[in-house]
């Protein structure tokens, strides 16, 4: 597989192709969105007061509330920080469709990193961007930041960068790739729905999970309402999305949770029009018989087996996603 990036006046055009030149799966074409932004971004990122202490230990400052997924995108085997604040006085709300509405002034973030060596953590890590949400006049913005060398702040970074990680994994194996951090315009593309920007991992179903906060296990949703970050509603009511990597869970919540997080936000009807016009909808409350698994599990193994899919955001395959993937496709 060839992965090629064409810059043209006016538009950006990421091209993916194979040796299969008759398959029109392996080619997309992605335009400048140039959705509209409702603020400016400060320069670096030290502004918005993020962290306290020193930056590199990600400790979270008091206006910031961490937050943890079921199940997580995956980005060539970053560790990921996630936080929330939302502005005094404001909560977020639930919606009658179930969904989450941020208050104007919500900031989301999200900040990639490596340990040296994940057998032993105190060996440090390697800060690597910090992606940032910004809600303002009921409009999300976007934009990436990039750590520097010493890892005492991060710069904004709307045109993206490649960068070299290298790290040792749990199993002792040394891994490295070629990170590449996403332009502005790489970010809208996974980031909307309904041709508007809106975040993707933190939903009601995916923060609905037990969680540690200051030694206590507590579902994060009840948590989150006893910050009065959250409007009070019953929790009981609310769905709850598996983690793919619970062992002790069925293999089709598993994969329909891998496709949910993984894929679910460019192949939906309210995506943008070339993946949403693949028959395909893999978000995780969708019935089975309506997501197109079934008829388009071929397709769908050949994608990610061959690396065609997912076209952007990973540089190197989930092998273990993967195998999980392959597994509930040869179940159905």
């Not at 994060?220 to 002790?248: C, K, R």
Request: aromatic content about 10%.
């Amino acid at each position: 597989m060839i992965k090629k990036v064409v810059f043209a006046i006016g538009c950006v055009f990421i091209v993916i192709a194979s040796c299969r030149k008759n398959d029109d799966d392996f080619e997309v074409q992605i335009p400048d969105f140039n959705f509209p932004q409702t603020i400016s971004f400060e320069s670096s990122l030290s502004a918005y007061n993020i962290f306290e202490g020193i930056p590199s230990n990600l400790i979270p400052s008091e206006d910031f509330e961490l937050l943890e997924l079921s199940s997580a995108l995956f980005t060539d085997y970053a560790h990921k920080q996630r936080l929330v604040k939302v502005p005094e006085g404001t909560s977020i709300t639930k919606l009658s469709d179930g969904s989450l509405d941020f208050p104007d002034g919500t900031i989301l973030t999200k900040t990639f990193f490596y340990f040296n060596d994940e057998r032993d953590t105190s060996l440090g890590k390697r800060i690597i961007e910090t992606r940032l949400e910004i809600k303002e006049s009921g409009t999300w913005n976007i934009a990436t930041y990039l750590w520097n060398e010493s890892q005492t702040d991060a710069t904004l970074k709307l045109e993206g960068q490649d960068t070299p990680v290298s790290w040792i994994n749990s199993q002792g194996n040394n891994l490295s790739t070629l990170y590449h951090v996403p332009t502005q315009n790489e970010c809208m593309t996974c980031h909307q729905s309904s041709s508007k920007m809106s975040p993707i991992g933190p939903t009601l179903l995916n923060l609905n999970k037990t969680v540690n906060r200051n030694g206590v296990e507590i579902n994060q949703l009840a948590h989150l309402q006893s910050l009065g970050l959250l409007e009070q509603f019953s929790v009981a009511d609310i769905p709850q999305m598996v983690d793919y990597n619970d062992l002790n869970t069925s293999i089709s919540e598993r994969g329909r949770a891998y496709l949910a997080i993984n894929c679910a936000h460019c192949h939906n009807p309210s995506a943008w029009n070339t993946p949403a016009e693949k028959d395909f909808d893999f978000r995780y409350q969708i019935p089975f018989n309506q997501t197109g698994i079934q008829n388009g599990k071929d397709k769908i193994s050949r994608n990610v087996i061959n690396q065609e899919m997912p076209f952007i955001g990973t540089t190197m395959m989930d092998e273990e996603g993967v195998a999980l993937l392959i597994e509930y496709l040869n179940s159905l």
